[in-house]
Nanobody, 118 residues
Framework: VQLVESGGGSVQAGGSLKLSCVAS????????MGWFRQPPGQAIDGIAA???????AYVASVEGRFIASQDKARNTLWLQMDNLKPEDTGLYTC??????????????WGHGTQVTVS
């Protein structure tokens, strides 16, 4: 499985960006997908994920500002980011876990897309 992110960039505080993550080579493996963020000099952390039932969950710092969504084929994951803040700056990476694992084991990763908010 390959994951490719796109949509990052530089924006001013209060602006918006929409990230995309496309999964290929899934061989009909059903995937749960999520977004992870690594701020400069900090560890990577999960910020949004969609479970096997299609429900999205968020960390508190992005709740109400970010919306994660996934297409019915579960091959594309988006992250709509509104009202961006400087602390949202970081490398945003898409991860995927097989539904068969209970969506617990993120074993597939993209290379990330950089978001910079000034």
């Amino acid at each position: 499985v390959q994951l490719v992110e796109s949509g990052g960039g530089s924006v001013q505080a209060g602006g918006s960006l929409k990230l995309s993550c496309v999964a290929s080579g899934t061989n009909n493996t059903r995937l749960c997908m999520g977004w992870f963020r690594q701020p400069p000099g900090q560890a990577i952390d999960g910020i949004a994920a969609i479970d096997a039932a299609g429900r999205a969950a968020y960390v508190a710092s992005v709740e109400g500002r970010f919306i994660a969504s996934q297409d019915k084929a579960r091959n594309t994951l988006w992250l709509q980011m509104d009202n961006l803040k400087p602390e949202d700056t970081g490398l945003y990476t898409c991860g995927a876990a097989p539904v068969s694992s209970g969506c617990q084991s993120y074993v597939y990763w993209g290379h990330g897309t950089q978001v910079t908010v000034s």
